[in-house]
């Protein structure tokens, strides 16, 4: 049987005459924790609107468990847990009254999993879910998808309205349960810093293009920036092996997938040279920046 669990293919999709998914191609594996980046309006959430049948593509293709995602299978549904834009529909639902709502659907429904997390909230059944803060409703939301047992959960920017103490918590609940049940986790976030210790996968959208698919270790490895020495130099230009350049005053940034040898012999072969390249950390959403620019 094969490992790939979500497999998009030259995906295209647009609204109105302009192109928001242009040949869209990434895989998601088995066990994998995934991470759909991009800025606003790069296309992650009309990518999970494709995968989970909200809409055909215009062109392409994308499949779950091996079934083109806009006709799968309710059998196939019910293998995946969604997370999609906001948290619960049914707000004025009781605790009790959600999960018993919600396990009618699921013939996999395991209440331990409900409980275990919603004991840690602290708060009676019969509390409504609209008397909740956002982050309480967020950990009703993640038991109720958790309890469902699925082999798959996509999670559409889960950080909304989220502060720091929840956002970390609500991972960290996701990463215990991946690692004891070896689901798959396709997951989005405007909040990039998050994912860093969190995802194993990153595929990075811009303007409805693949810009990077690889593991997290890779990119980060492998994506560098470097400052420039006192002076600056005259001012460059992202070409070819340079990604991306930065500048601040007199100082510039080279954001490159080569090496300090490499870029200084690029810059050389362009009549630039006198340069001293200062290696500089970045965390992931440093580096996502450098990629994808500020603006």
């Known amino acids: 049987m094969s490992d790939t669990v979500i497999q998009v293919e030259n995906l295209c999709h647009s609204y109105g005459g302009k192109d928001v998914l242009k040949n869209l191609s990434f895989e998601v594996k088995k066990g994998r924790i995934f991470g759909l980046l991009g800025k606003n309006g790069a ?23 091996g079934e083109p995602s806009h006709s799968l299978s309710p059998q196939t549904r019910a293998r995946i847990g969604l997370l999609h834009e906001t948290f619960l529909q049914y707000e004025f ?15 996999k429904w395991n209440p331990a999993v409900f409980r275990e997390l919603m004991d840690k909230l602290g708060l009676p059944d019969n509390r409504k879910i609209h008397r909740m803060s956002c982050g309480q409703r967020s950990q009703v939301t993640l038991a109720l998808i958790l309890a469902q047992m699925p082999e798959l959960m996509i999670l559409d920017d889960y950080s909304l309205g989220l502060d720091a103490g929840y956002r970390r918590l609500f991972l960290e609940y996701l990463v215990e349960y991946a690692s004891r049940y070896g689901t798959t986790i396709l997951i989005t976030s405007h909040i990039v810093q998050d994912l860093e210790r969190f995802v194993d996968d990153i595929v990075i959208l811009d303007e409805g293009r693949t810009l990077i698919s690889s593991s997290l270790e890779d990119f980060t490895e492998g994506f560098r920036c470097y400052g420039l020495s006192a002076g600056g130099g005259p001012a460059l ?11 601040l005053g007199d100082r510039q940034a080279l954001y490159s997938f080569g090496s300090e040898e490499e870029v200084l012999e690029h810059l050389a072969t362009r009549g630039l040279t006198g340069f001293t ?12 920046i450098g990629l994808t620019g500020k603006y």
């Open 277 to 288: 390249l200062a290696p500089v950390p970045m965390s992931l959403e440093d580096a996502f």
């Open 93 to 107: 639902f009781t605790i009790a009254q959600a999960e018993r709502f919600y396990a009618s659907f699921y013939p």
């Open 43 to 65: 296309g992650k959430s009309t990518s999970i609107n494709i995968m989970m049948g909200f809409l055909s593509p215009k062109g392409g293709v994308c499949r779950i468990f």
């Open 237 to 247: 230009q992202a070409d070819g092996i340079i990604a991306r350049v930065e500048g």
